[in-house]
Antibody, heavy 117, light 109 residues
């Protein structure tokens, strides 16, 4: 069974850095992409970017290019989403999801990030 | 960028049929995927490639796609189907490649 387990909730101050994680299991990690999706409070789903863990090739949504960094460590089957300087507007739930085609087949449980002074 | 338009909300009585639409220019030429998101939970894929159901998804869920409209149909609606539903496509001709609709809130009366 494919499982994606995300790291726990975070509370940060504006300007701080953050790296959240998504550990995959139950499948061959390097063969499938992992994507990140943002959901702001009370809003819909937004695609942020994807990574192919086999070669770490990444594709970002233009809306998030330069705002976040997606990476992966295939030795521990984990993908990451990181910010160098958080803003209050980064407050949201962040989901990772696994895909074999062009759909998000299986999702992590979500990581809530709260940015507040 | 490519835009997918969904009705913000709809309500259906138990046992009836819910039809949730997803509009987009020539969406019939793309593969459409649908997700169910219940309150406080992660999304769940319920239909992929227009009309295929992942393992474990009831046959009550079906999909169709033609022209400028894709439709998720939920027959014999149950209270447990109350959720937000999102359509999604892959738009190869744009940097905004994975596109979601705005979501539709299904209320079961």
């Amino acid at each position: 069974e494919v499982q994606l387990v995300q790291s726990g909730s975070e509370v940060k101050k504006p300007g701080e850095s953050l790296k959240i994680s998504c550990k995959g299991s139950g499948y061959t990690f390097i063969n499938y992409w992992i994507g990140w999706v943002r959901q702001m409070p009370g809003k819909g789903l937004e695609w942020m970017g994807i990574i192919y863990p086999g070669d770490s090739h990444t594709t970002y949504s233009p809306s998030f290019q330069g705002q976040v960094t997606i990476s992966a460590d295939k030795s521990i089957t984990t993908a990451y989403l990181q910010w160098s300087s958080l803003k209050a507007s980064d407050t949201a739930m962040y989901f990772c999801a696994w895909g074999s085609g062009y759909s998000f087949d299986s999702w992590g449980q979500g990581t809530l990030v709260t940015v507040s002074s | 960028s490519y835009v997918l338009t969904q009705p913000p909300s709809l309500s259906v009585a138990p046992g009836k049929t819910a039809r949730i639409t997803c509009g987009g220019y020539n969406i019939g030429s793309k593969s459409v995927h649908w997700y169910q998101q219940k309150a406080g939970q992660a999304p769940l894929l319920v239909i992929y490639n227009d009309d295929d159901r992942p393992s474990g998804i009831p046959e009550r869920f079906s999909g169709s796609n033609s022209g400028d409209t894709a439709t998720l149909t939920i027959s014999s609606v149950e209270a447990g189907d109350e959720a937000d539903y999102y359509c999604q496509v892959y738009n190869s001709g744009s940097d905004h490649r994975w596109v979601f609709g705005g979501g539709s809130k299904l209320a079961v009366l």
